[in-house]
Nanobody, 121 residues
C-alpha cells in the first residue's frame, strides 16, 4: 500500500503561480513514477506531468514551459510548480503513484484525494 497526501491547491488569479506537493509513504519501493493528473468538470482525467524513479519527466503539451515537476527523494515528495496559470488550468488535481508498471495513458497504482485548483480570469 502507498499513501499519498496532497497539499497546495487553492484560488489564484490568471498569471499567478501555485505549487502542489504530494508526499508518499508506505510501500514505495515498487513505484515507477509519480505524477499529477487533473480533471475538470465534464472532462476526462488527463496527465499533467510526471517524473519517473530515474528522473525522466513528461508534460502535457498544454503545460510545457509553464509547469515544472520535481522530486525530493529524501522525503518521498513530488512538487508541481505551476506558473502563468490560466483559467483553463482550473480542475481537481490528483497525485498518482504508478505501480507495478508505467503507463501514463492508463495509469494504475495509487491516487491522492485530489486538490482543487481554481484560476480566476
Amino acid at each position: 500500500q502507498v499513501q499519498l497526501v496532497e497539499s497546495g491547491g487553492g484560488l489564484v488569479q490568471a498569471g499567478g503561480s501555485l505549487t502542489l506537493s504530494c508526499a508518499a509513504s508506505g510501500s514505495i519501493f515498487g513505484v515507477k513514477a509519480m505524477g499529477w493528473y487533473r480533471q475538470a468538470p465534464g472532462r476526462q482525467r488527463e496527465l499533467v506531468a510526471a517524473i519517473t524513479s530515474g528522473g525522466s519527466t513528461t508534460y502535457a503539451d498544454s503545460v510545457k514551459g509553464r509547469f515544472t515537476i520535481s522530486r525530493d527523494s529524501a522525503v518521498n515528495t513530488v512538487h508541481l510548480r505551476m506558473n502563468s496559470l490560466k483559467p483553463e488550468d482550473t480542475a481537481v488535481y490528483y497525485c498518482n503513484a504508478q505501480t507495478p508498471h508505467l503507463d501514463y495513458k492508463f495509469p494504475t497504482g495509487y491516487w491522492g484525494q485530489g486538490t482543487q485548483v481554481t484560476v480566476s480570469s
